[in-house]
């Protein structure tokens, strides 16, 4: 392998860290991603028992509260509700501060999926210019300016390079852009889900509210 890379030349360089940056972003998005992640075991049976008795007039602290903010990502969501309720704020309110907080669980939820479709994009475009750095070593060498056939060294490297660029740009472009529709179908899936429990801990707490309907 670094061999290859040697062959390839200084334009590969950036292409294997932007590899690198895909890689990471990949796996953390896929296990930031889990279902068990953001929606922990028995989290939401918690969320709903509090839900109960704030419902029926008992007192829930705000250590309580707290507590299930810090549950997952989306529990964040839940506490806003529950505090709200708490609180004894009308419907329209706690709808207004749940709207402001689930657009910040949104950006958590889409984090570095930017990123991933921006490699996705340029690992091409990157493998492109390599092809060109290597086009040039050929048309460049010294037997070529004065119309001879160049070294063979010298055509042998510049092939080399134009062609593992190409390739090690296609190589990450690829897995870049599946992963990036796949991690991204990931994200909406679990704001959707997001989005039914939190209506529905409105519709218990708030069964008279037009918004929860």
């Not at 599946?178 to 529905?200: D, I, K, P, S, V």
Request: net charge neutral; charged share 15%.
């Amino acid at each position: 392998m670094y061999s290859i890379l040697l062959s390839a030349g200084w334009p590969i360089w950036p292409l294997l860290i932007i590899s690198i940056i895909g890689l990471a972003i990949m796996l953390e998005r896929a296990w930031y991603l889990r279902q068990i992640h953001i929606f922990p075991k028995d989290s939401l049976e918690s969320v709903f028992a509090l839900a109960n008795a704030i419902s029926g007039q008992k007192k829930v602290s705000e250590d309580e509260i707290t507590a299930v903010s810090q549950i997952s990502p989306a529990g964040s969501l839940f506490a806003c509700i529950l505090r709200e309720k708490s609180a004894g704020s009308s419907a329209d309110s706690a709808l207004e501060e749940l709207q402001a907080t689930a657009q910040t669980t949104w950006l958590k939820l889409d984090r570095y999926l930017g990123a991933l479709a921006t490699i996705a994009t340029v690992a091409p475009l990157l493998g492109l210019f390599g092809t060109v750095v290597g086009m040039i070593e050929i048309f460049g060498s010294q037997g070529a300016i004065h119309g001879g056939a160049g070294s063979p060294q010298q055509l042998a490297h510049g092939i080399s390079v134009a062609l593992y660029n190409t390739a090690f740009g296609l190589l990450i472009a690829i897995p870049a852009l599946a992963a990036w529709r796949g991690l991204r179908a990931m994200a909406n899936q679990r704001q959707h889900e997001c989005e039914e429990f939190t209506r529905q801990l409105f519709k218990k707490l708030y069964p008279n509210s037009t918004t929860s309907k």
